[in-house]
């Protein structure tokens, strides 16, 4: 390939290139590279924040008196999803799966209303998620509140 095609000039002085003389191209890969804390750069500039390590449990009702708790953000903290839907299912005797939200992300769906038996257990079981870390949400509302009060 032709060196002068390419824009770089071949030569016994050019040979050793400083770090702020770089070729467009690098520059642009330079630029491209992820920025320290996990945010990652999107195609056409934007920033994408790396996500929040939180366990959210929420309440919803399926039909009259039905329903379901649901338990988002376990991965986050290395948790086998599959092995603590058993252990739901076992503990509140109850039907417990792991499924996906139209979002992509996995979460427990647990048949019934858990969410304080869930607050009891959860220190117990997972002793790595800090309690500060644990939210809950009302019914019909998407405002998280901290479920562990501050000591």
Known sequence: INAEYMGKKQSPET???????????????AKKKPQEGG?????GGKVKKKEESIVV????????????TSVIGLD?????????????????STG???VKTPTGKDQIDIQ?????????????????IPKSSIYVTEEGSKT????????
């Open 15 to 29: 040979d050793t290139q400083d770090s702020s003389e770089l070729c467009p191209e690098e520059k642009v890969k």
């Open 57 to 68: 449990i929420s309440v919803s009702q399926r039909q009259k008196r039905k329903c379901t």
């Open 39 to 43: 945010d990652k750069i999107l195609p």
């Open 144 to 151: 998280k509140t901290p479920a562990y009060d501050e000591d």
């Open 112 to 128: 019934g209303e858990f969410q304080d038996r869930l607050l009891e257990i959860f220190p117990k079981r997972f002793p790595e």
């Open 96 to 98: 417990a799966a792991v």
């Open 76 to 92: 986050l903290f290395g948790v086998n999803l599959a092995n603590a839907a058993k252990d739901f299912k076992k503990s509140f």
